[in-house]
């Protein structure tokens, strides 16, 4: 398959396979033509004497300052190295991908008046692996993503860092190595390549990537923690569902019915006395789905965002040049804080499942060991679930409600946008532990429902775990255990779904 910057639409699969190097990505001729009629366009107006802003004019609070053509370019230079005041540790690799992959078909649409030359120059590292230093913190999210962008494009004018076998190296290093010389920048280039919403973005597809197997992780893990408990599946009914019709409640709804089909455990009770089980088994559908609500949101936003131009002043001819606020991150950082609270919501629910595991109820014995006393089992590792649940309520605070004024008052609204995505990011990794933890204490208490079988996509992650970590006979040192179970989660080792 083969992606065509600036004419195709980017989701957030294409995307990811394109950073994974699955598919390839190339500029077509019609890119080449709208890229090179704008670049025209603002030549055009840099030779003239009207005032363009960010064109032939300073930044921020000095748009009012006129540069002369003969400052241009030094201009643009500039711009590069002052935004490049980023601090903290460097993002990964993927994400510094993703932002360049998202740049180029923002660009490539030809509205920025970039040269083709400086594109082909950012496809040229794309496709060495040549992957410029970011650091993580910075970015106000309006105007734009300024001093992450900055940094990851300092190499093209011999500044900044490479990755290099884990290692930070100096970009003109590498350029000297690769026999390519420093881009002298052009009117607007820079303010081209260091506006935009790439670093909230970036953030935004690697959480929406984990966000998606979790969400259908959460469903198998509360569908092993409700056989382990002999809980009921009553509560997924259609019929009960279609009379209150969200799409995410739906969708949980139909897979728990799917994890359940032909269980003999669960077959084994459905007339038993018990009335009704605790929310975090009865609710699944409900608080599962309305977390699949938010992603399905913030998926919409992304895709949107994707296929934008984000950068300012949008060229429009040789005389109309619109200074508005396409880069102001609000749009996706919103978005972000409500899916930050929909990912903690499904680590809450998970930890007041681990804790219903552990009470002693329905034939499981208290804290899933039959050595009670002597042994622990499995009542520490819950506190572990209770710690990361607090941390991720404690990251929910929406950094899209604050602002502070930045560039003079000039820029005195900004989205905080990159600080949504990282927080985001943030609760996705420790959802990744709490779900691990859940897993391991449902697959320990399945094994007192033997010798009943669950159906053939339980039976089969049971399987997988226990490859990994045996059913806990005594206690034994439990973090490699832990550890175990999350490096299946991380690798997407489970299988979340009936085939």
Known sequence: MLFKYGSDRLTIDLVMAICNGHVKAVITSDAIAKVNTCRKMVQNMADSNKAVYGINTGFGPLCDVQISPEETCKLQENLLITHAVGVGSPISKTLSKLMMICKVHALCQGYSGIRLTVLERIIYFLEHDLIPVVPEQGSVGASGDLA???HLFLPLIGEGEFWLDGAMVPAKHILKEHKLKPIQLQAKEGLALINGT??????AITGLDKMNYLLDLADLAGAMSIEGYKGSASPFKEA?????PFQGVLKVAERMRLLFENSENIMSHENCERVQDPYSMRCIPQVHGASRNAYSHLKELTEIELNSVTDNPIVLSDTVAISGGNFHGQPLAMGLDYASVA????????DRRCYLLIEGKYGLPRL???????NSGFMIPQYTTAALVTENKSLCFPPSADSIPTSLGQEDHVSMGSISGRKFNQILHNLEKILAIELMYAAQAMEFR???RFSSVLEQNLSIIREKVDKLESD???KDDINAMISLVKNRSLIVSKS
């Open 198 to 203: 790439q670093f909230i973005l970036a953030h």
């Open 148 to 150: 992450p962008l900055a």
């Open 240 to 244: 009960l569902h279609t009379i209150r």
């Open 368 to 374: 899933l060991t039959t050595g009670g006393g002597l």
């Open 450 to 452: 033997r010798p009943l």
């Open 476 to 478: 034994r040192l439990l």
């Open 343 to 350: 990912a903690s919501e499904l680590g809450n629910i998970s």
